[in-house]
């Protein structure tokens, strides 16, 4: 089992940026690096949507056509953790953002190809 730990939301203003964090913890092969990290977010009343991914394998990185250009993902193998650096943030960014983590992921943008997530962390973009 491998748990996962999001953390760095928040509060803020549109034009501001946050930094969002995944923390892997559990399992003897917990390593952030054996596994392709996706980060979904849902607003109330609106489905799970896919935000970006990064792959195990070579860290290729996957990005929705909404964040394209304001969202960075990155791995940090020191710390054990896969970040989303998130700029420019817009009201539309508002929802719950989760982590996922999979091995046999074969279409990052969907959910159901992971196996854990997280519980989640609050962003909110005010106008």
């Known amino acids: 089992q491998v748990q996962l730990v999001e953390s760095g939301g928040g509060l803020v203003q549109a034009g501001g940026s946050l930094r969002l964090s995944c923390a892997a913890s559990g399992r003897t092969f917990s390593s952030v690096s054996n596994y392709t990290i996706g980060w979904f977010r849902q607003a109330p009343g609106k489905e799970r949507q896919f935000v970006a991914a990064?792959?195990?394998?070579?860290?290729?990185?996957y990005y929705a056509d909404s964040v394209k250009g304001r969202f960075t993902i990155s791995r940090d193998n020191a710390k054990n953790t896969v970040n989303l650096q998130m700029n420019s943030l817009k009201p539309e960014d508002t929802a719950v953002y989760y982590c996922?983590?999979?091995?046999?992921?074969?279409?990052?943008?969907?959910?159901?190809?992971?196996?854990?997530w997280g519980q989640g962390t609050q962003v909110t973009v005010s106008s």
């Open positions: 996922a983590a999979g091995v046999r992921v074969y279409y990052s943008n969907l959910g159901n190809e992971y196996t854990y």
């Open positions: 990064i792959r195990r394998s070579g860290g290729t990185t």
